[in-house]
């Protein structure tokens, strides 16, 4: 559960940092409502830092991952699939926003869950303004499991808009863990201060199906899930670390300006928005169809997760990450164990197969597994464990 949110303390609220100072997207694309902690060394080697987050000696947003650098092979994977995808990308980014704006209003301001949030946000802003003509506001905000949304960022943004225009926005579902998260974290918030934000959380893929606005359903590679920072602003994962961010300040990341050669988060996001003319007809008719379906929430796949735990003797849901999204982090920064691949899915996965190879990881094929894929996490590794505080399992 999420403890209730602290107050922050009394004064000016921090300002937001912008690119090219911080990240490497342009300034008008996204306020970053993060404390800078570029020159603070906080990366650790992925066995020692999940073994202290295991411990309970460290919670997992009080430090980072060093930073996986692909290889030409991996790269020219996230490259075939950005060209495969980016106009399936670009019908559910028209979609997504279509819902959003028909639902609640021109007036929307977007508050991304930095960092896998954060090039989504900016695509529904591009939709908007190419469509529409629209200028929606958009910062990124954090998020850590176990801890909740960041209240000096909701107080941010309470002083500048009504809480009820703000719409937090997400690249995709797993589980669902984050948006149970947000949910209890924006009730709390309520609790403590009397703002009221929207918890209706918005995703461009939503295969968990735990969210009610969603550009689509089916689980397939969203490229920006294959990199880290390189295609994310290179802006690392956000950390919440009580040496580094005191009372009033925002949650802290880092600004990696030494991989600016690697970059492609422009490239992404320019090479979806090419394909928005394309399919802008198909989406029009397309969105008002989804909207008047029924999206209630089922959490089918929390279901899936807890049964998936169960046969494979894992004891712990927090272990099992489905989703193709979820399974590349598992590969990218876990302990993994193994990876369940569902065969008529494999033609979409090579990248997942690629890391997994690199990695010893061995993959097996599961029939009429509900997500393309699913990465477990090692369960008799405790170096590999966290828990739904972030801490153990």
């Not at 958009?138 to 009820?164: E, F, K, Q, T």
């Not at 550009?215 to 920072?229: E, K, V």
């Not at 929390?302 to 193709?324: D, F, Q, T, Y």
Request: glycine share 8%; proline share 7%.
């Amino acid at each position: 559960m999420t403890p209730p949110i602290p107050l922050p303390t009394t004064g000016p609220l921090p300002p937001a940092l912008h690119g090219p100072q911080f990240g490497s997207y342009a300034a008008e694309e996204v306020s970053w409502l993060l404390t800078d902690l570029s020159d603070v060394e906080l990366e650790a080697p992925t066995e020692e830092r999940e073994e202290a987050v295991q411990s309970g000696g460290a919670h997992y947003a009080e430090s980072l991952p060093v930073e996986y650098q692909p290889d030409p092979a991996y790269l020219d994977l996230f490259h075939d699939a950005l060209r495969h995808d980016a106009s399936r990308l670009a019908h559910a980014v028209g979609v997504v926003t279509e819902i959003l704006l028909a639902e609640r209003g021109p007036h929307l301001v977007l508050a991304s869950l930095a960092r896998a949030g954060t090039p989504v946000g900016i695509l529904v802003r591009r939709w908007a303004a190419h469509v529409h003509g629209l200028d929606l506001p958009h910062v990124a905000v954090s998020i850590v499991r176990g801890r909740g949304i960041d209240p000096v960022a909701l107080s941010w943004l309470a002083d500048r808009y009504d809480p009820a225009s703000v719409v937090f926005v997400d690249g995709w579902t797993g589980k669902g863990a984050i948006t149970a998260e947000l949910t209890a974290a924006l009730d709390a918030h309520h609790a403590a201060t009397g703002q009221r934000f929207d918890d209706a959380l918005a995703v461009l893929a939503d295969p968990g199906y735990c969210v009610r606005t969603f550009g689509t359903r089916q689980d397939y590679l969203i490229p920006s899930a294959c990199l880290n920072s390189t295609v994310s602003g290179l802006v690392s994962r956000t950390v919440l670390n009580a040496e580094h961010i005191g009372p009033g300040q925002f949650h802290g990341a880092k600004f990696y300006a030494e991989l600016a050669a690697s970059d492609v988060s422009n490239a992404f996001l320019d090479a979806v928005t090419a394909e928005f003319d394309g399919v802008r007809e198909s989406v029009l008719v397309d969105a008002p169809v989804l909207a008047a379906t029924d999206r209630t929430p089922t959490w089918q796949g929390w279901e899936a997760v807890r049964r998936i735990s169960v046969e494979h003797g894992i004891g712990s849901e927090n272990l099992v990450k489905p989703g193709v999204g979820e399974t590349t982090r598992v590969l990218l920064r876990r302990v993994p164990w193994k990876v369940l691949v569902r065969p008529d899915a494999l033609g979409e996965l090579a990248h997942v197969l690629l890391l997994a190879e690199q990695r010893g990881v061995p993959v097996e094929q599961v029939e009429d597994l509900a997500y393309s894929c699913v990465g477990l996490i090692h369960p008799q590794f405790t170096r590999g464990a966290t828990g739904a505080d972030g801490t153990g399992v």
